[in-house]
C-alpha cells in the first residue's frame, strides 16, 4: 500500500505542508522536509518551481522565481532527494506543473519518483481526461498516486469522474481563486464543502488554498480528512528562515 493510502486510514485529521524546493535556499530542501516531519505534519507537499506558475498566488510564485535563481530544477530535486527515506517515512508529494514533466519525460520522471520514494504528484495543469486516457497506466506502473484539484465551480458530474480515476486523496480547493492566506471562511465556502460531503465520494479530500492558522485548519477539516498549508508556510520561511519550523507547526495543531 502507498503511503498516502496508509496515512488517509488514520483516525486524525492530517496536516500538509507545501514548500517550494530551493526557496528560501537552493540546498534547504531537506533539512525543511526533515524539520517539518518532525513537527508532527503528516504530508508533505514539494513544489517543483516553474516559471509560469498559473494556479499560485503571489507569495508562492515569488518563492518559485528566487528558487529557479537559485538553481533549482527537476534534476536538482531528483539529487538533493535520492537519500531522503533514509531519515523520512512519511508521505513525499511533488506538486508542479507539467511541462517540467513533459520535458524530463514523462515515464522517466515517473520512475525517478519512485527510486526516490515519491508516493504521489499534484500537477494543477493536466486534466483528469488527458492523464486517463494517456499517462494513468504510466503512473500505476510506477505506484504513483496523482492527486487531482477539484473547486466549487467543478461540477458533480466531473467531480465522480475524479473520484472514479483517483486513488488517494481529491484536494478541494477552498474557493475560485490563486493560492494564498486568508482569515476564515465564509457561508459560500461551508455550503461547498458539505456539497462536497454529501456527495459520499470514494476517496477522502483534503482542503488546500486559504488555511494560514488553527482557525482555517479546524474548519476546513470540519468537513474533510485533512487541510493543507502553503502560502502561509512559505510566509513564515521568509520572514523567519527554517530555524524556527516547529513553532509554526505548533500553532497549527495546538
Given at each position: 500500500?502507498n503511503?498516502?493510502?496508509?496515512?488517509l486510514?488514520?483516525?486524525k485529521?492530517?496536516?500538509?505542508?507545501?514548500?517550494?524546493?530551493g526557496y528560501?535556499n537552493?540546498?534547504?530542501?531537506?533539512?525543511?522536509?526533515?524539520?517539518?516531519e518532525?513537527?508532527?505534519?503528516?504530508?508533505?507537499?514539494?513544489?517543483l518551481?516553474?516559471?509560469?506558475p498559473?494556479?499560485d498566488g503571489p507569495?508562492?510564485?515569488?518563492?518559485?522565481?528566487?528558487a529557479?535563481k537559485n538553481?533549482m530544477?527537476?534534476?536538482?530535486?531528483?539529487n538533493?532527494?535520492?537519500d531522503?527515506r533514509?531519515?523520512?517515512n512519511?508521505?513525499l508529494?511533488?506538486?508542479?506543473y507539467?511541462?517540467?514533466?513533459?520535458?524530463?519525460?514523462?515515464?522517466?520522471?515517473?520512475?525517478k519518483?519512485?527510486?526516490?520514494?515519491?508516493?504521489?504528484?499534484?500537477?494543477?495543469?493536466?486534466?483528469?481526461d488527458?492523464?486517463?486516457?494517456?499517462?494513468?497506466s504510466?503512473?500505476?506502473?510506477?505506484?504513483?498516486?496523482?492527486?487531482?484539484l477539484?473547486t466549487p465551480?467543478?461540477?458533480d458530474?466531473?467531480?465522480?469522474f475524479?473520484?472514479?480515476v483517483?486513488?488517494?486523496f481529491?484536494?478541494?480547493?477552498?474557493?475560485?481563486?490563486?493560492?494564498?492566506?486568508?482569515?476564515?471562511f465564509?457561508d459560500?465556502?461551508?455550503?461547498?464543502?458539505?456539497?462536497?460531503?454529501n456527495?459520499n465520494?470514494?476517496?477522502?479530500?483534503?482542503?488546500?488554498?486559504?488555511?494560514?492558522?488553527?482557525?482555517?485548519?479546524?474548519a476546513?477539516?470540519?468537513?474533510?480528512?485533512?487541510a493543507i498549508?502553503?502560502?502561509?508556510f512559505?510566509k513564515?520561511?521568509?520572514?523567519?528562515?527554517?530555524?524556527n519550523?516547529?513553532s509554526?507547526?505548533?500553532s497549527i495543531?495546538?
Amino acid at each position: 500500500m502507498n503511503r498516502i493510502q496508509e496515512k488517509l486510514k488514520e483516525d486524525k485529521k492530517l496536516l500538509s505542508i507545501y514548500f517550494t524546493a530551493g526557496y528560501p535556499n537552493l540546498d534547504e530542501t531537506v533539512k525543511i522536509i526533515q524539520d517539518l516531519e518532525k513537527s508532527g505534519v503528516d504530508m508533505i507537499e514539494i513544489g517543483l518551481p516553474f516559471s509560469d506558475p498559473l494556479a499560485d498566488g503571489p507569495t508562492i510564485q515569488d518563492s518559485s522565481t528566487q528558487a529557479l535563481k537559485n538553481g533549482m530544477t527537476t534534476e536538482v530535486l531528483f539529487n538533493q532527494l535520492k537519500d531522503i527515506r533514509k531519515s523520512v517515512n512519511i508521505p513525499l508529494i511533488i506538486m508542479g506543473y507539467f511541462n517540467p514533466m513533459l520535458q524530463y519525460g514523462v515515464e522517466d520522471f515517473c520512475k525517478k519518483c519512485q527510486e526516490i520514494g515519491i508516493d504521489g504528484l499534484i500537477i494543477p495543469d493536466l486534466p483528469v481526461d488527458v492523464y486517463h486516457e494517456e499517462y494513468q497506466s504510466t503512473f500505476e506502473k510506477y505506484g504513483l498516486i496523482n492527486v487531482f484539484l477539484i473547486t466549487p465551480q467543478t461540477s458533480d458530474e466531473r467531480i465522480k469522474f475524479i473520484d472514479s480515476v483517483s486513488n488517494g486523496f481529491i484536494y478541494m480547493v477552498s474557493s475560485a481563486s490563486t493560492t494564498g492566506a486568508k482569515s476564515g471562511f465564509g457561508d459560500e465556502q461551508t455550503e461547498y464543502f458539505e456539497r462536497i460531503d454529501n456527495l459520499n465520494l470514494n476517496n477522502p479530500q483534503i482542503v488546500g488554498f486559504g488555511i494560514s492558522n488553527n482557525n482555517t485548519f479546524t474548519a476546513a477539516t470540519k468537513y474533510a480528512k485533512g487541510a493543507i498549508i502553503g502560502s502561509a508556510f512559505v510566509k513564515h520561511v521568509t520572514n523567519e528562515g527554517t530555524d524556527n519550523i516547529h513553532s509554526f507547526v505548533k500553532s497549527i495543531l495546538e
